[in-house]
């Protein structure tokens, strides 16, 4: 009987929670696409790696894909506005898709961080980055997800604006295959077991490789 029930089970029934929307922050166009500020899209494109989706539908603004894991509908999403009206996608995709406020997170840049190091936190200020402060503005709340990917200050005295718009260079895109990585994994285990969870496992910086002999 068990068997029989499995075979004839409709389609979406493996699904046992509501969804969850992971959005990365960057700019569109080609000439955006590798640099620093966009490290949100980047995540974005190693999560529906992971769920196996390809990206591309447009909706609320925004480039996104649906996937499923751990029993829930996951959609992922490049907001398509330009970083400083980055909200609209994210309350635009929320409303439609029905996603609690608790199962939203934001993937952003942050200059504060060094570069392999992720910061997850549960809800905060903008602390200036704009994208952040449009879906603050946009929500109506402080109190959703995000996850903090660091990408160093820049050096010397150059202007931050035009350092978050360069490209990673050939040494920074060796970290930054690890951090993308660990970072999905953070994702991930926000939608398997919380927020806590995956505060408690992937706050930090890269973990050191082991002494060899």
Known sequence: ????????????????????????????????????????????????KELGVTIGKMQAKALFAVGRHDGHRVILAKPQTFMNLSGQSVSGLMRFYKVPIENIIVAHDDLDLPLGTLRIRGAGGSAGQKGVASTIEQLGTQNFARLRLGIDRPPGQMDAAAYVLQNFHAKEKEVLTLVLDRAARACLTFIETGLDAAMNQYNGGLPEDPPTK
């Open 1 to 48: 009987m068990d068997m029989l029930a499995r075979i004839f089970k409709p389609s979406g029934a493996e699904e046992s929670g509501a969804p969850f929307l992971v959005v990365g922050l960057g700019n569109p166009g080609r000439e955006y696409r590798e640099t620093r500020h966009n490290i949100g899209f980047m995540l974005v494109d190693q999560l529906c």
